[in-house]
């Protein structure tokens, strides 16, 4: 505490003191595209400061009156450097061009990738779309998701599963926005490819810890996925066919001005019909598509308006089961520069995902989902050449339907049942301020306060000693708990939850090219995610916290390594994290989620933690490019009983939780063959996750049975494989627009057989273990344009 | 749900299966109990068989001079004793103890005691009533994709409270686990699909047993299925009073039958 108050006494003299200060700000673009550039830097040489473009590319940094030498720069593209004089308040907008091939070759450091060691942000990855595009993946298709797990700490269950782990979190703790709204499915096909159409994303930002005060209601991660804005000065179409999809994006001004922009970009599959060449079966249908829609208009020099769509679909059927689940988000966001110190963004943000079923032998539909209303206010406040302060507040309306039941057709005998909507408030108000304390020392200081309150209109169940979930000594089970009456909240809330959560993140710059960052954060998840499958499936359910579920609540602690090399051609990092979680949703054995009303019955309550260290050396530039990743981590997990009584899951003691990886590798390689041909390779290892084997095996019944062992006492075997591929670009001719590509590749090179799945047949001479690998080696072949 | 989107892309897609050696964890033996308590019958049997290594082939079983007592106690304290019976009842290494002076009453609690290996193992159930059925129809459907031929049944729900029901189907051994879904007002209907036309049994049962019965469904039925759900230990109803860690396997179950015989309804042409 005694820390804190130094601190904003610093801040505050330092305030005072200052001499008359005069605002230098505006925003950075892409010059061909007219696209605003995201973390651009715009460095001021003399005295050794710097700042960088927010995600509006707009910049604005405040300075004693004096002439100044300024950088303006961002990687790969070209840099601007000019004088200014300074004094008065300064407004001036920059367009960069992207650097050609020659030029590459000898450019200063300013374009160069490399690791920002200065600024107070841990555990943080950027990663460049054209970055996510030379990772091969399964069938050729891009996807930005799948290529986080080439990140350190950052790993997946395997093929065909949805969504990705961070630092030994589950798949439920990471935020992930797409222009700012919430997805919860990021994947199509049950995994098999990301819901994002690669070609419309302009930036995707992974946080790992050090998340800052502004985001929050995940414990784990935050994946911040920026849309491009759209070309504000040609028409550009862009596109792709696949063995699985085709994707196209339509980009432009509206205008002649080129103060506005649109983009639609579309994917559709046709994997049913490539499934069919290969196989008769019948009764099949197999699809997804999704369509992203943007629009932005500069209302005038101070005010900007973006209004953006996203649809995601996937649609399946199988004889009588048919199923179709997706997103669905609309924004509208208004940029509004106050003054040449105080930067705004409010934002209007809904959110839906859906999930139905219909059952033909029930003459039976079946639907539930998530709707989110968010309305968000942000603030950036650039005080002074050494102080940055952000601040604002969200609040989020939830909306959970688990489930409906209706006929689906005529002289159908099923009921209509409609289990009770679930509604809640998530909150939040947050200040953080990014201070550099003198030349060596920046502090990132934050304090989010969030609030949820669980909403009445429910009928709740009450239990004998306010236990939903009682263990019976003799038979050694949890059973659920004695129903004293029910309670209806009417207006009333049936909780409320308030917390802080402090940030803190501190970078000491060791030299010119080493910094050791420390960070701590506290986040608190009110939303959860109820999944008893070996995989996390699309019907997974989202319970509200609330009289009978606790908030997750995780501490955060990391500290790294921060190097560039002299010559700038390598940048390494090294981070140690431990995070520990409480209230983390253990279940009961056998639990099925499906159409229960009341889950707290099934659920114990345990704590989890994980610590791990990761490594990541980069090669920046050259013809050869690319990252070795490596991470050496555990996640355990533990649910005690001490609040439900009995011994908890597996006697109370610590156990392996499903996202726990010993080692994760990868190494990721981009190599430039000749102007026309590249090529590059990925390459993945993890240890197996932990699963739970029979112990041994009896007869009951008619049945052959496993008996199982305590929960993941066992391990799948380690997961890798190699990828490669080869592009090769259509020859260039400037006068010819049309810019096509081939892109070849083969995924799982040596025919690794990994083990995806593993189950346990039955049969009187004994028993056997078989393993199920979804992919053996699989060539394929896509051609990508753009004119 | 589940497992059909993974067999698209398993058709599609390169996939492989392979029977592999894994280590298991430490291999335990425990008791495995099991009933034939049906309302009506005169025989009521107890069996009882070992666990043994996973990989291995089936075992001989318990050795009977480990077993020092077998009974059943009624609610109102009538206990009866059980003897093992030679022969042909033997089998898949299950022994077979068996009484025929246990008269079998609906709503009445039945108390098992087995004595093995000087530990002492309790089980309790209660025999619930099971309704007759109503009425019954086939249904032919044509399908979009394909031709189904169902068969709905109708029966009254007996108790006030939750009943369990179970369907199956002795020759398929398809079990289907009835839920509130198929409640309209006092009666229940259930429509199966996969039967062989001969018959069909009808149980209403603890909620335990119904619950237990699924997990031995989904344990037994397993495969290709990435969304099933996590696999774990199944306990019965039955548990070990002197050593509580040497849990046995199985369930005494005590029901009363209902048994639809197929049939006696028409069949569609």
Redesign the interface.
């Known amino acids: 505490m005694k820390n804190i108050q130094l601190l904003i006494f610093i801040i505050f003299v330092n305030t005072i003191s200052s001499q008359q200060l005069y605002t230098f700000s505006g925003i950075v673009k892409d010059k061909d595209s007219g696209e605003t550039l995201i973390d651009a830097t715009i460095m001021i040489s003399d005295i050794n400061r710097g700042v960088t473009t927010n995600e509006y590319g707009y910049f604005s940094i405040n300075l004693p009156s004096s002439t100044y030498k300024v950088i303006i720069s961002y990687i790969g593209y070209e840099f601007i450097e000019e004088t200014i004089e300074l004094n008065k308040n300064i407004r001036e907008n920059y367009s960069l061009s992207m650097l050609s091939s020659e030029l590459e070759e000898v450019s200063l450091s300013y374009n160069y990738k490399k690791l920002n060691l200065r600024k107070a942000e841990t555990s943080v990855h950027k990663l460049n779309i054209e970055e996510v595009k030379s990772i091969p993946m399964v069938l050729g298709e891009i996807d930005p998701i799948k290529s986080l797990s080439s990140l350190p700490g950052v790993s997946n269950a395997g093929e065909n599963t949805i969504g990705f782990n961070v630092r030994g979190g589950a798949a439920d703790q990471n935020l992930i926005t797409i222009d700012e709204a919430v997805i919860y499915n990021p994947n199509h096909l049950i995994g098999l490819v990301s819901s994002f159409n690669g070609d419309a994303i302009k930036s995707m930002k992974l946080y790992k810890g050090g998340i800052p005060a502004k985001y929050g209601g995940r414990i784990s991660s935050y994946l911040d996925i920026k849309l491009k804005d759209g070309n504000t000065k040609h028409i550009k179409v862009e596109g792709g066919i696949g063995v699985v999809s085709s994707r196209l994006m339509i980009e432009g001004p509206i205008n002649n001005k080129e103060n506005g922009s649109f983009l639609i970009s579309g994917r559709t599959s046709y994997v049913e019909n490539v499934a069919k060449i290969f196989t008769d079966i019948k009764g099949f249908r197999l699809g997804f598509y999704d369509l992203n829609a943007k629009v932005n208009y500069n209302l005038n020099e101070n005010n900007r308006l973006f209004i953006s769509s996203y649809l995601g679909k996937d649609d399946i059927r199988w004889n009588e089961i048919h199923n179709d689940f997706g997103n669905f988000t609309s924004i509208i966001r208004w940029n509004n520069i106050i003054n040449n110190k105080l930067f705004s963004n409010l934002s209007l943000i809904h959110s839906n995902y859906e999930y139905n079923l219909k059952l033909d032998y029930k003459a039976m539909s079946w639907e539930s989902g998530i709707k989110s209303y968010n309305v968000k206010y942000d603030l950036s406040n650039n005080y002074s050449d050494v102080l940055n302060i952000e601040y604002g507040l969200a609040s989020t309306y939830y909306v959970l339907n688990p489930g409906y039941i209706t006929p689906s057709e005529a002289g159908s005998l099923i009921v209509v049942k409609k289990l009770q909507d679930k509604k809640a408030i998530e909150s939040a108000l947050y200040i953080s301020a990014d201070y550099e304390l003198n030349d060596n020392i920046s502090i990132r200081l934050g304090l989010r306060y969030s609030m949820f309150h669980r909403l009445g209109n429910y009928t709740l169940k009450l239990y004998q000693n306010n236990a939903p979930i009682i263990y019976d000594d003799q038979l050694g089970v949890y059973t659920k708990g004695i129903v004293t009456s029910e309670k209806d909240y009417g207006s009333e809330s049936i909780a409320v939850f308030s917390e802080p959560e402090p940030r803190l993140a501190i970078s000491f710059v060791l030299d010119d090219h080493n910094s050791l960052k420390f960070g701590y954060n506290r986040t608190i998840q009110y939303m959860h995610l109820l999944s008893n499958t070996i995989s996390p499936t699309p019907y997974d359910n989202w319970i509200p916290s609330g009289k009978y579920i606790e908030p997750k609540k995780a501490n955060q602690y990391n500290i790294g390594l921060y190097n560039n090399s002299d010559d700038y051609i390598y940048s390494t990092q090294i981070e140690a994290y431990y995070k520990e979680t409480k209230n983390i949703l253990d279940y009961i054995d056998g639990v099925d989620f499906i159409a229960i009303e009341n889950v707290e019955q099934n659920i114990l309550r345990g704590e989890a933690v994980s610590y791990g260290l990761e490594l990541m050396v980069k090669k920046n530039k050259g013809n050869f490019t690319g990252w070795i990743s490596c991470t050496i981590s555990k996640a355990k997990q533990r649910a005690k009983g001490d609040i439900e009584g009995g011994p908890g899951v597996n006697n109370g003691d610590w156990y392996y939780s499903n996202q726990d990886r010993l080692i994760d590798i990868s190494i990721v390689g981009m190599n430039k063959l000749t102007k026309r041909w590249s090529t590059g390779f990925n390459f993945t290892y993890q240890t197996g996750r932990p699963s739970t084997f029979p112990e041994s095996r009896y007869s009951y019944g008619d049945f052959l049975l496993p008996s199982y062992s305590d929960r993941n006492t066992d391990r799948y075997t380690p997961y890798h494989h190699l990828d490669i591929f080869f592009t090769r670009k259509r020859k260039a001719n400037q006068r010819r627009r049309w810019k096509g590509e081939w892109v070849y590749s083969i995924y799982n090179v040596y025919n690794r057989q990994n083990m995806d799945l593993i189950y346990f047949d039955n049969e009187e001479e004994g028993g056997s273990a078989t393993k199920f690998s979804y992919f053996g080696i699989v060539p394929s072949i896509s051609y990508n344009f753009k004119f | ?1 589940k497992a ?27 008791l ?1 109990i ?1 009933s034939s308590f049906v309302l009506g019958k005169p025989i009521t049997r107890i069996y009882l ?10 075992n001989d079983g318990i050795n009977p001079s480990d077993v020092s007592e077998v009974s059943v106690t009624t609610s109102k304290g009538n206990t009866c004793r059980y003897h093992l019976i030679q022969g042909d009842y033997n089998y ?3 022994y077979t103890y068996q009484s025929d002076e246990l008269l079998l009453k609906l709503d009445e609690t039945y108390t098992l005691k087995i004595v093995y290996k000087n530990e002492i193992y ?1 089980g309790k159930e209660t025999l619930l009533e099971t309704p007759e059925v109503n009425r019954g129809n086939f249904n032919y ?1 044509q ?1 979009i ?2 031709d ?1 031929t ?1 068969f ?1 049944f109708f029966f009254d729900d007996l108790y006030v409270e939750d009943n369990f029901y179970i369907i199956q189907d002795y020759s398929d ?1 398809i079990y289907y686990f009835v ?6 007002d006092d009666e229940v ?1 259930v ?1 199966i ?1 996969e039967f062989d036309y001969s018959n069909v049994v009808l149980l209403n049962t603890s909620e ?1 047993y119904q ?1 237990y019965m ?3 469904v ?3 039925d ?18 070990n ?1 002197t050593n ?1 860690d040497n ?1 046995p ?3 005494f179950s005590v029901l009363d039958e209902k048994v639809i015989h197929l049939p006696d309804y028409i069949v569609p042409n």
Not at chain 2, 4 to 13: D, G, H, K, T
Not at chain 2, 49 to 58: H, I, K, N, T
Not at chain 2, 179 to 184: L, Q, R, T, V
Not at chain 2, 225 to 237: C, L, M, Q, R, V
């Open positions: 749900m059909f989107c993974i067999l698209i892309i398993v058709f599609v897609l390169s996939s492989c299966t392979e029977i592999i050696e894994v280590e298991t964890s430490s291999e335990k033996e425990r495995v099991e068989s070992v666990s043994y290594p996973y990989f291995e082939a089936l898949m290494g299950k309790i459907n399908g994709y394909s189904t169902y709905t051994r839920d509130d879904n198929n409640k309209s209907w429509r699909t335990h619950k699924s997990v031995l989904s344990q037994r397993v495969q290709y299925d990435p969304y099933a759900n996590a696999t774990s230990i199944a306990k019965g109803n039955c548990y009073k509580p849990y396997l199985g369930y």
